[in-house]
């Protein structure tokens, strides 16, 4: 439709409806950071819930491009690592928006499941990539307890209720039931590169899928990235020195350190909170020991 307004604005005016005139291309950055499972007192968990609404946001930003991925994560859940994966896959395909994933000190494991979610992957030089497994791992106790004169009584009703419980000696039978299950897991998981990666992937490589991790130049030669770069500067080479990189973060709850109320309000662990809050303390601290075994396996 022929401007008709323009011709009688005053020049600066008129520039400013010119019919040619363009916004600036914007590219929505959302951070996906840390282990992946189910949140924690105090510290936050890389999961579906977590991140639901930072991605939605992302993908309906107004004259967005491209949706950039900032991940850097061991892994974790297997099960909240694919609800993301198909979250992201998702809304790309509903708003008909690209993907890139960029990966950070690593991106392993759960943590590349989800940047498989991307139509591309980068990393940079030194970025661990891979892990393409799964594991489990726990503690045995019965020494323990025998030492310190506890009885353990457990009571069931079905034969496999208790399987693999750490306060009892560990069966044959339960182990084979674990690696069973664990395979069916880590056949999902190559499936699913297998289809995110496609021909890129050199798939005659059997270490793709051992477990085995590598830095940024391995992963490419394996065809596990596309490249090494960061976010800012692809995003300028693909959409102009003037793309806008908006980032796009979850909002903090305020009872969490950097959240909308100072820390400090706690005072004494249950104080507000009730001893509900108090007694998952243990289980947080047991739970920051797994997050850090997961760090560590990649040397961070």
């Not at 499941?113 to 139509?119: Q, R």
């Not at 940079?124 to 799964?134: H, P, T």
């Not at 992963?219 to 596990?224: K, Q, T």
């Not at 959240?259 to 007694?279: K, Q, V, W, Y």
Request: glycine share 12%; hydrophobic share 40%.
């Amino acid at each position: 439709m022929k401007n008709i307004i323009a011709p009688y604005l005053p020049s600066p005016l008129r520039k400013r409806v010119a019919p040619d005139w363009e916004p600036k291309p914007v590219v929505a950055v959302v951070r996906l950071s840390g282990t992946i499972g189910p949140s924690q007192p105090l510290r936050g968990g890389l999961n579906l819930a977590a991140v639901a609404a930072p991605l939605e946001a992302a993908f309906s930003m107004r004259n967005v491009k491209a949706v950039a991925l900032l991940i850097n994560s061991p892994g974790g859940s297997p099960v909240q690592s694919s609800l993301i994966y198909k979250r992201i896959r998702a809304l790309a395909e509903e708003k008909s928006v690209p993907v890139y994933a960029f990966a950070e000190d690593v991106a392993a494991s759960g943590g590349y499941m989800i940047a498989c979610a991307a139509d591309e992957i980068y990393a940079d030089e030194s970025s661990i990539v891979g892990s393409i497994g799964v594991v489990s791992a726990g503690f045995g106790f019965t020494g323990l307890i025998e030492k310190l004169g506890v009885e353990r009584r457990v009571h069931t009703a079905g034969e496999s209720k208790a399987m693999l419980d750490p306060f009892q000696p560990e069966r044959e039978e339960d182990v084979r039931r674990l690696e069973a299950l664990q395979l069916d897991v880590h056949e999902n998981f190559k499936k699913l590169v297998r289809g995110a990666r496609g021909e890129r992937l050199k798939a005659d490589d059997p270490a793709i899928f051992s477990g085995e991790f590598w830095a940024g130049q391995g992963a490419v030669e394996r065809g596990l990235i596309d490249g090494l770069g960061d976010v800012r500067s692809k995003m300028r080479s693909l959409f102009g020195e003037n793309v806008k990189l908006r980032l796009v973060s979850p909002r903090t709850p305020w009872w969490r350190p950097g959240g909308g109320i100072a820390s400090s309000r706690f005072g004494g662990l249950s104080e507000g909170f009730g001893a509900g809050f108090a007694s998952q303390i243990g289980e947080g601290l047991i739970a920051a020991a797994e997050r850090r075994s997961l760090w560590s396996r990649f040397g961070l």
